[in-house]
C-alpha cells in the first residue's frame, strides 16, 4: 500500500500544479472582463484641497544612497528584525521538533541503532525544508534562501561528526577518524531521499502558484484518494488463484466503489475548503503557514513512504506516525510564531499604498516580491488589484468566491459597499506577525473614487511609475490626486530611464514639500532596498 501511496503521492503534486495553474488563468480572466465592465453606479470623486499657501514649492530629490530614517523608521526596523528573528525561530524549531518523530521512526523500521549521530544527521537534514518557509515569510531572494540552506546542511554535517567525537571522548574511548564519513553518508541521504520532496514542493512553490497551490493540494489530497482505496479495497475482496477473473472483478468492484465513495470525498473536499477559507478569513493563519504546512506535509508523506518500501512495516503505524508529526509541526509552529509576534500588537502599523502602472506583470510582481513583502512585516498595504499582481495576493476566500459563482462580490459596487470596506479595513497582524495586503476590486466606473478614499486612510504611497507617459492617464490622475490630498513627502515615486520626466513634473505640479524619486531600472537588491528604506523615512515624516 505504501508503494501506491509513494506514487499516488507524485500523481497529486502534478495534477495540483496542473490545477492551480488553470485557476489561475481562469481567475485572471473573470477579473479582467469585471475589471472592464461599468458597476450599476458611479461612485463620486471628493474634490481634493486647494494648494497651500505660504509654502515653498515642491522640491524633487533623486535618493542615491540609503534615506536617511527618522526615528519612527528606525523603530519600524526594530519591529521587522524581531518579527523575522521570531519567524526564523517558530520555524527552525518546530521542523527540528517534527524531524525528530520522523527520525526516530526512520531509525526504527530500518532496525538501525539509535545514536545521537544518526538523530542529528536525520533531523538535521530533514528540518532543512524550514529555509524556504522562512524565505517566503521575510521575503528572502531565492539566492539568499540557498545560501542559508547550504549553510544549514554543512552546519548539521560537521555536527554528525562533532557530536560522536564529544561522545568518545566522554566516555573515554579512542579517536576514531573514520568519523569523518558521517558527512559523507549526510549528504548521500540528502540526495537520494529529501531530493523527491524538494523537487515536489519545489514545483508548488513558484511563486505564481504560491496562493491556490495549498488549497488544490488539499483538494486533491482528499478527491485522489478514492480511487486509491477503491481499488485497494477492493483487492480485498477477490479471493481465486484466476488472475484474469481477479483483474476483471477488482475493475469491477473498483469503480462500484469509486462511484459510491465519490460524492463523499467531494463533500469532504468542499468542507475542507470552507474550513481553510474560514480559518483564513478569521486570521487563524497567514497564507504563509498555510503554505509552509503544505510543504510539511509533502515532506512527510515522502518520507515516510520511502520508509514504507520495507516489507515488514506497517502501513497503519507509519500513517499515525505521519499524522503525528503532521500535527506537531502545525500546532508548534503556530504556536510558537504567536508567542513570538506578540509584539506586533502594541507597535506601529503604517499602512502603505501602492499604486503602479498596469501591464507589466512580471515587473510588478517582482516589486512586489522584494519590496511589499518586506513591509508585511512592519505594517498592511492597500492595492488597488489588478491581474498583474493576481497571484501575490489570491487565497482560499479568493478561490471560494471563484468556486462558489461570487468573484463580482469583490468587487465595490456603491458608495456605501465602499466605505464599509473601508470601517473593515484589515489592519490587524497574522498569528506569524505579517500584515495582509488588502484589494479593492473595482470597474471603470469605481476605482478613481476607491483609490482617493485609500490616499487618505494610508501613511504612506509608493506609486511605481516606471515607463509612465501621456497615454497613461489612470496613473496621471493618481498623481494629480495625490498633489492635492497629500504633501509630497509622504510619497515615493520609482522611475527608470523609460519615465516621462516632463509628464511626471506636469502631473504632480500642485504639489508641496520633498518629493523623494528612487531610479529602479531593474528591480536589484540594492534598488529594490533602496526604495523600502526611502518609504520607512516618508513614512516617519509628520503629515503638516
Not at 539568499?144 to 555536527?159: E, M, T, Y
Not at 566516555?171 to 540528502?190: C, K, M, S
Not at 470552507?274 to 509552509?292: I, V
Request: net charge positive.
Amino acid at each position: 500500500m505504501l508503494v501506491s501511496l509513494f506514487f499516488h503521492l507524485f500523481a497529486v503534486v502534478a495534477m495540483t500544479v496542473v490545477m492551480s495553474v488553470v485557476l489561475m488563468w481562469r481567475y485572471a480572466v473573470r477579473v479582467r472582463k469585471d475589471m472592464e465592465a461599468i458597476g450599476p453606479v458611479t461612485l463620486s470623486v471628493m474634490p481634493g484641497r486647494p494648494p497651500l499657501q505660504g509654502i515653498a514649492t515642491l522640491t524633487m530629490e533623486e535618493v542615491d544612497g540609503a534615506a536617511i530614517r527618522p526615528a519612527a523608521a528606525h523603530a519600524a526596523i526594530v519591529k521587522e528584525r524581531s518579527t523575522r528573528r521570531a519567524i526564523v525561530i517558530a520555524y527552525l524549531c518546530s521542523t527540528a521538533t517534527a524531524a525528530l518523530v520522523i527520525a526516530l521512526v526512520t531509525l526504527q523500521v530500518e532496525q538501525i541503532e539509535v545514536t545521537s549521530s544518526r538523530l542529528v544527521a536525520l533531523t538535521g537534514a530533514t528540518m532543512g525544508v524550514a529555509v524556504p518557509m522562512i524565505a517566503v515569510s521575510v521575503a528572502w531572494p531565492f539566492w539568499r534562501a540557498l545560501v542559508v540552506w547550504l549553510g544549514l546542511q554543512l552546519g548539521v554535517a560537521a555536527l554528525t561528526v562533532i557530536v560522536p567525537m564529544i561522545t568518545r571522548v566522554i566516555r573515554h574511548g579512542e579517536f576514531d577518524p573514520t568519523l569523518v564519513t558521517n558527512a559523507v553518508y549526510l549528504f548521500q541521504w540528502i540526495i537520494v531521499s529529501l531530493t523527491p520532496p524538494f523537487v515536489m514542493a519545489f514545483a508548488t512553490s513558484v511563486r505564481r502558484l504560491r496562493g491556490p497551490a495549498p488549497v488544490s493540494l488539499a483538494l486533491i489530497s482528499v478527491v485522489g484518494l478514492v480511487p486509491l482505496l477503491s481499488a485497494k479495497g477492493a483487492e480485498q475482496f477477490v479471493l481465486g488463484d484466476d488472475v484474469s477473473l481477479r483483474i476483471v472483478a477488482v475493475t469491477a468492484l473498483m469503480y462500484v466503489a469509486f462511484f459510491i465513495a465519490a460524492p463523499f470525498a467531494g463533500w469532504v473536499a468542499w468542507r475542507a475548503l470552507k474550513a481553510l477559507a474560514n480559518g483564513y478569513d478569521a486570521k487563524r493563519f497567514s497564507d504563509a503557514q498555510l503554505l509552509a504546512c503544505a510543504w510539511w506535509l509533502i515532506f512527510v508523506a515522502t518520507l515516510l513512504a520511502d520508509v514504507g518500501l520495507e516489507p515488514q512495516v506497517s502501513a497503519w503505524a507509519l500513517l499515525l506516525a505521519g499524522g503525528f508529526a503532521f500535527a506537531l509541526f502545525a500546532g508548534l509552529s503556530s504556536a510558537l510564531l504567536r508567542l513570538g509576534t506578540r509584539h506586533t500588537a502594541a507597535a506601529p502599523r503604517p499602512i502603505l499604498l501602492l499604486l503602479r502602472l498596469f501591464g507589466k506583470t512580471s515587473r510588478s510582481q517582482r516589486f512586489f516580491d522584494r519590496v511589499i513583502s518586506r513591509w508585511r512585516l512592519i505594517g498592511p498595504v492597500t492595492v488597488i488589484a489588478a491581474p498583474d499582481i493576481l497571484a501575490r495576493t489570491f487565497d482560499p476566500v479568493d478561490l471560494m468566491q471563484f468556486a462558489t459563482g461570487r468573484t463580482g462580490e469583490a468587487f465595490v459596487q456603491s458608495q456605501a459597499q465602499l466605505d464599509d470596506r473601508l470601517a473593515r479595513l484589515d489592519v490587524e497582524p497574522d498569528p506569524d506577525g505579517r500584515y495582509r495586503v488588502t484589494e479593492f476590486w473595482c470597474h471603470s466606473n469605481s476605482w478613481q473614487a476607491t483609490v482617493i478614499a485609500l490616499m487618505a486612510r494610508c501613511d504612506a504611497v509608493v506609486v511605481d511609475v516606471r515607463g509612465l507617459s501621456a497615454e497613461r492617464a489612470g496613473v496621471r490622475f493618481e498623481l494629480e490626486q495625490l498633489a492635492t490630498r497629500l504633501t509630497a513627502d509622504r510619497i515615493v515615486l520609482v522611475v527608470d530611464s523609460a519615465t516621462d520626466r516632463d509628464v511626471l513634473t506636469r502631473s504632480i505640479g500642485p504639489a508641496h514639500g520633498t518629493l523623494r524619486l528612487v531610479h529602479a531600472e531593474r528591480n536589484s537588491a540594492v534598488e529594490t532596498r533602496r526604495v523600502f528604506e526611502t518609504l520607512l523615512a516618508a513614512t516617519g515624516v509628520p503629515s503638516p
